[in-house]
T-cell receptor, first 110, second 114 residues
């Protein structure tokens, strides 16, 4: 069974601060996604990383896939209240099965 | 491009009843996955369908079942409902089975079992 551990579980910060969320596993993944989920809605895909060491940027969000494709991080610069939500990572194997982490609940206070 | 549509959005059932949830994937998407989301367990994989065939199955009892139709629409059924089945049930569609892992979720069906 592949497990994805996300940390921290909860994060509460002030607007303008920077933060990093981590997603770790002992398994190797063929690809990894990050999603954001807001209350009452389904998760929304933010990014897919495929290559070990890959870095992708989406405005103030920077995503990195570990060299060994076992872990990933999400860094948010100058967080805004609109960034509030549940951040989920999901690892995928060549068998086509996605495994989700338990998520990081981020609250950005104005 | 219309997104993933799930119906109903909210429903309340009592123990012992059964429920059917529906999911219409994004047009052109042939793979549909179902997940159960609860505060304590996070997102748990139920099953995935591609071309009307179940390709993957999670670790849920046989009370949970699903199917996919020729137009890629999918339904899941939960029989003999238990209190612990209260959850947000999410449907996700993707272009093809196991290609990139990218999932596009619906807003979910919130099931409350009393």
């Amino acid at each position: 069974t592949q497990l994805l551990e996300q940390s921290p579980q909860f994060l509460s910060i002030q607007e303008g601060e920077n933060l990093t969320v981590y997603c770790n596993s002992s398994s190797v993944f063929s690809s990894l996604q990050w999603y954001r989920q807001e209350p009452g809605e389904g998760p929304v895909l933010l990014v897919t990383v495929v290559t070990g060491g890959e870095v992708k940027k989406l405005k103030r969000l920077t995503f990195q896939f570990g060299d060994a494709r076992k872990d990933s991080s999400l860094h948010i610069t100058a967080a805004q209240p609109g960034d509030t939500g549940l951040y989920l990572c999901a690892g995928n194997t060549n068998a086509g099965k996605s495994t989700f982490g338990d998520g990081t609940t981020l609250t950005v206070k104005p | 491009k219309a997104g993933v549509t799930q119906t109903p959005r909210y429903l309340i059932k009592t123990r012992g009843q059964q429920v059917t949830l529906s999911c219409s994937p994004i047009s052109g998407h042939r793979s549909v996955s179902w997940y159960q989301q609860t505060p304590g367990q996070g997102l748990q994989f139920l099953f995935e369908y591609f071309s009307e065939t179940q390709r993957n199955k999670g670790n849920f009892p046989g009370r949970f079942s699903g199917r996919q139709f020729s137009n890629s629409r999918s339904e899941m059924n939960v029989s003999t409902l238990e209190l612990g089945d209260s959850a947000l049930y999410l449907c996700a569609s993707s272009l093809a089975f196991g290609v990139t892992g990218e999932l596009f979720f619906g807003e979910g069906s919130r099931l409350t079992v009393l």
